[in-house]
């Protein structure tokens, strides 16, 4: 067993510094085993104790996991002096030392991995990795399976190579718009945008749906996140052929 203070063990976890999270247990914030935290002096097992933050989990390895629904408008970025970014969107006492794992542009929505674990965001993040990303897009004009085969062949994105193959499922080919979800490897500059556009077609609507193993679920609405259960966290750690 590993026998900590319970103000140790928040501070680890970056849910603040020893005094704020003295603040947090006084507040009734904290809940450890099913039973509300009174005690910031009170001894936890740090390895087997469910330790929860306004009902969310902290992780016991001293690592914060969120899982955020990113709506349209809000910069993928720690600190912006003109606008909201997403870790604004999380609660002041928590964001020390969280970064968001990889960008989505300003107007794509979808999921996105805030953490302060450098070495995992490395490994999602590392091109040779070849994390799958997935999104759903609605563009403007019909998709056909020509459009299919040229995104499978790696099109010219105006680089000094050209895009790795991506997968393009049709949903729904409308003549005025089509729907589509979009499957990545790599993670170039506007690349969803930018493989449409290689087509002649604009992107209307995009949405980040899937990062490796990690789905985002139904029920999350865009500006709303949650911490990652040890399941999903496990099994974005684990998956060899990923990571």
Same mark, same amino acid.
């Given at each position: 067993m590993s026998i900590i203070r319970l103000d140790k063990y928040l501070a680890d976890a970056g849910a603040g510094t020893r005094s704020q999270v003295k603040s947090l247990v006084k507040a009734g914030r904290i809940n450890v085993n099913g039973v509300q935290a009174k005690d910031y002096g009170m001894k936890i097992d740090a390895e087997t104790a469910k330790v929860l933050f306004d009902g969310k989990p902290i992780s016991r390895q001293g690592f914060i996991y969120i899982m955020m629904n990113k709506p349209a408008g809000v910069i993928s970025s720690t600190e912006e002096r003109n606008d909201q970014t997403v870790v604004d969107l999380l609660p002041e006492e928590? &964001? &020390?030392g969280l970064f968001p794992v990889g960008r989505?542009? &300003?107007?794509?929505? +979808? !999921?996105l991995l805030i953490s302060n674990d450098g #070495?995992?965001? /490395?490994? !999602? !993040?590392? $091109? %040779? %990795? /070849?994390? $799958? #990303?997935?999104?759903y897009a609605v563009v403007d004009g019909m998709l056909d399976e020509d459009s299919v085969e040229a995104f499978a062949s790696g099109l010219d994105i105006g680089d000094d190579k050209p895009a790795k193959p991506a997968i393009l499922c049709i949903m729904d080919r409308g003549g005025s718009r089509s729907s589509a979800m979009v499957t990545l490897t790599e993670g170039r500059y506007h690349e969803v945008k930018? !493989?449409?556009?290689?087509? +002649?077609?604009n992107v209307i609507y995009l949405k980040r749906v899937s990062m490796g193993s990690l789905e985002l679920p139904d029920d999350l609405m865009p500006g709303q996140w949650r911490a990652l259960n040890m399941e999903e966290l496990d099994m974005l750690k684990e998956i060899p052929q990923y990571l």
């Open positions: 928590i &964001r &020390r989505l542009d &300003r107007d794509t929505e +979808g !999921l #070495k995992l965001a /490395h490994r !999602l !993040l590392s $091109p %040779k %990795k /070849h994390v $799958p #990303k997935r999104y930018r !493989l449409f556009n290689a087509i +002649g077609r």
